[in-house]
Structures are given as C-alpha cells and as structure tokens.
C-alpha cells in the first residue's frame, strides 16, 4: 500500500498538513518517509572535473587560513541563536 501525505516536522514529531487515507494501514505499522526540502536547490556545476577543481580551491583557502587555536568557543546554544 502506498499512500502519500504532506507533513510538517514540529515539536519533534510528523504532523500531516492534508488528511490522507490512512484506513489500511495498521496501529504500529512501520513506516518509510522520504523527505523533500523545496528550500534546497540542486548544485549548479555538473561538470566532476569543475566540481574538483572548486573544492580544492575551498580547501587551499582553508588551510590558508585555519581557524587560530585563542578562537573564542562557542555553546550550543550561541550556534543555533535564531535572530
């Protein structure tokens, strides 16, 4: 059986956003969600050799210049404040 439903993830956990016909499937039934993020675009460079060449080029900067070791550390809630 194959039924799909748009959900929301909120307060950790799947809310349906439309109603489904979920009659066939049982109390406790395991489930497969696949999940589809309209927000994330596919990469614009297809090309394997330009996809190299640009993380190398990523990676030299990096190294170039690396994070120094007095960099101020920060909890976890000071990385994911919402402004």
């Known amino acids: 059986m194959s039924v799909r439903l ?11 956003v439309t109603a489904g016909d979920l009659s066939g499937v049982r109390e406790n ?9 309209p927000y994330t675009l596919p990469p614009t460079v297809t090309d394997p050799v330009e996809r190299t060449q640009i993380i190398r080029e990523l990676l030299a900067r990096m190294n170039a210049n690396p994070i120094p070791v007095n960099a101020p550390r920060f909890t976890r809630e000071e990385l994911h404040e919402r402004r």
């Open 6 to 16: 748009r959900v929301i993830y909120k307060d950790g956990a799947f809310v349906p």
């Open 29 to 37: 039934a395991e489930v497969e969600i696949t999940l589809h993020d």
